[in-house]
């Protein structure tokens, strides 16, 4: 056995117990086939009893019955539902490719670039003003998070439009009259309230209801009052 496959096994050791370990290197013993396949069955079921966070692990099936395959020291002829290979054996997954360069802002980070990025490939103009506009929210919400203070809305429009190459410009008056960069307490934007004019507002509010009920009051009394009698000649 070679020092990699040595290292394996205490890994696989600790990680299903020595017991189960040993019951695995037990199978190479059983000359039934049939037997053989229902007893690696049964400890495969045991490990998923033992530790049920594999369940939720992706191809936790596949990796299981692999670690059984390495324990045995690739000597396991069993009707598996995988083909079994170790994991020594598997080829590694690709390397991810590192960017080369960081962000531009690094409060915003890649992601906005990209978001940036794919709102310039909108035709729509609607659509893609109202990318720009999810796009400052975020930029905003980002912009807090990092420097730990508020960003003025002006600040927001002009990282944007540096990002989209000019590309990307909203209104700055609409942006500030509706609020478009703010989030409410649900976590959604700011809805715009048009101001009533002031006639308008104190009907609403019952101003005029209470001065028209005195109206009233004062033409009932007047036609409620009698005229003193004279007394009999």
Do not use: C
Request: aromatic fraction near 6%; hydrophobic fraction near 30%.
């Amino acid at each position: 056995m070679t020092l990699p496959s040595l290292h394996k096994h205490e890994l696989l050791q600790r990680e299903y117990g020595q017991s189960t370990f040993q019951l695995v290197q037990q199978l190479r013993d059983i000359e039934d086939r049939t037997e053989r396949t229902r007893r690696a069955q049964q400890i495969v079921q045991l490990i998923f009893r033992i530790q049920p966070a594999l369940r939720d692990q992706p191809d936790s099936q596949q990796k299981v019955w692999n670690h059984l395959f390495e324990m045995a020291d690739g000597e396991l002829d069993v009707d598996a539902p995988f083909p079994l290979a170790s994991p020594a054996n598997q080829t590694p997954p690709q390397r991810v490719a590192y960017p080369s360069k960081g962000p531009k802002f690094r409060a915003y980070g890649r992601a906005v670039e990209q978001l940036v990025e794919k709102a310039l490939t909108l035709e729509d103009p609607a659509e893609r003003e109202q990318a720009a506009v999810v796009i400052g929210r975020t930029m905003k919400f980002l912009y807090r998070s990092h420097n730990k203070e508020n960003a003025k809305d002006v600040t927001i429009l002009k990282h944007l439009k540096e990002l989209s190459g000019g590309q990307l410009v909203l209104d700055p008056a609409q942006v500030d009259a509706q609020n478009l960069f703010e989030f409410t307490s649900n976590g959604r934007p700011t809805p715009f309230i048009v101001p009533q004019p002031r006639q308008e507002r104190d009907v609403r509010r019952g101003g005029g209801s209470g001065n028209n009920r005195r109206d009233k009051q004062r033409r009932g009394g007047k036609k409620g009052r009698q005229e003193p009698q004279q007394p009999p000649q």
